[in-house]
């Protein structure tokens, strides 16, 4: 079956530091791959998407490449800042299915 | 323009209650997902309509679990005979129409507590 695996958390750092979370996934099929983030007091929101191998989905200064070699979705950002304090899901959605399968998701913490 | 809304925000249940949880989907929306967020856990798949038909319920936990989308736009799940273990946040989610390029829309959730 499909499964996503990421990085645990929680993750803490400074404003204007590198954020990497690690995302691998297994899945039957040739899966879309998604980023979604909750910020505090909020719903789940899209952050990012790809739909096939070597695609980069990128948003407010996110950016995530689909590896179909390693299996791999790794979210980073070159410079965070506090507001992107929020907990973060990795997701796919198998081309045969319809349903997400989240990752058990990253809490971050940005500190000014 | 308005997103998916769930109603209650928040439920609290005594063990053995039955509770109903509402959903209204973007308008226009065909696909309609329900999901279940334990607390610390991503979102697990629990069902799927598209328009009025519920096309997968393989998520749905147990028998007590029942969903309808009678007029293929507001959902409502119920649960019976609540369970401590189903305290958990229900998520609904809505799609424009199926494909791989099709963006699901989360609403704010609902939080079920059972005591």
């Known amino acids: 079956g499909n499964s996503v695996t990421q990085m645990e958390g929680p993750v803490t750092l400074s404003e204007e530091a590198f954020l990497t979370i690690n995302c691998t996934y297994t899945a039957t099929g040739y899966p879309s791959l998604f980023w979604y983030v909750q910020y505090p007091g909020e719903g789940l929101q899209l952050l990012l998407k790809?739909?096939?191998?070597?695609d980069k989905g990128s948003n407010k200064g996110f950016e995530a490449t689909y590896r179909k070699e390693t299996t791999s979705f790794h979210l980073e950002k070159g410079s965070v800042q506090v507001s992107d304090s929020a907990v973060y899901f990795c997701?796919?959605?198998?081309?045969?299915?319809?349903?997400?399968?989240f990752g058990a998701g990253t809490t971050v913490t940005v500190r000014a | 323009g308005a997103g998916v809304s769930q109603s209650p925000r928040y439920k609290v249940a005594k063990r053995g209650q039955d509770v109903a949880l509402r959903c209204d989907p973007i308008?226009?929306?065909?696909?309609l997902f329900w999901y279940q967020q334990a607390l610390g856990q991503g979102p697990e798949f629990l069902t799927y309509f598209q328009n009025e038909a519920q096309l997968d319920k393989s998520g749905l936990p147990s028998d007590r679990f029942f969903a309808e989308r009678p007029e293929g736009s507001v959902s409502t799940l119920k649960i019976q005979r609540t369970q401590q273990e189903d305290s958990a946040v229900y998520l609904c989610a809505s799609r424009l129409a199926g494909g791989r390029s099709y963006e699901q829309y989360f609403g704010p959730g609902t939080r079920l507590t059972v005591t």
């Open positions: 997701a796919l959605s198998d081309p045969n299915d319809y349903k997400l399968s």
């Open positions: 790809a739909t096939k191998a070597d």
């Open positions: 308008s226009g929306h065909v696909s």
